[in-house]
């Protein structure tokens, strides 16, 4: 099952959704595998690299929403400072490595609005994967 195109595709899924919480993993890798493997099924990858990587984003914005108030001296404070600056569109940047996470995190602890917040996320998530799958 895992062998096939469709196996794979959950493989892709599981691989960005992991990527995107505090589990240290690339899921660039994965989908540039996939991709070399069934260029036929690049839609349905990018899809669905982008739709875990923003579900797993969201999740860290969930836990976020639940951290207690005297947990904010341990967010990152650049994540902080650009969320207050810029609001969601601070999310846009939620795929780079290792600042993306305390975004995510931090977006959900301000109480930035989750759907403008899910909207850039998803935004630049998709962004990136488009560039990998163009290399």
């Known amino acids: 099952m895992l ?11 599981l691989s960005a959704f992991l990527a995107a919480t505090v589990v240290p993993f690339s899921s660039e890798a994965v989908l540039f595998a996939y991709l070399r ?3 036929e099924q690049s839609v349905a990858a990018i899809a669905l690299a982008t ?3 923003t579900a797993g ?26 969320l207050r600056r810029y609001g969601a569109a ?27 917040a899910l909207l850039f996320m998803a935004a630049g998530r998709l962004a990136r994967y488009l560039v990998v799958a163009a290399i």
């Open 57 to 82: 984003g969201m999740t860290s914005y969930a836990i976020g929403r639940f951290l207690p108030a005297k947990v904010q001296q341990k967010l990152e404070p650049r994540a902080l400072g650009w």
């Open 37 to 39: 493997l069934h260029p």
């Open 3 to 13: 062998l096939t195109p469709e196996g794979g595709l959950a493989g892709v899924f």
């Open 90 to 116: 601070a999310t846009l940047l939620a795929w780079l490595p290792v600042i993306g996470d305390a975004l995510c995190v931090a977006a959900g602890w301000l109480r930035i609005a989750w759907l403008p």
């Open 51 to 53: 739709l875990g990587n």
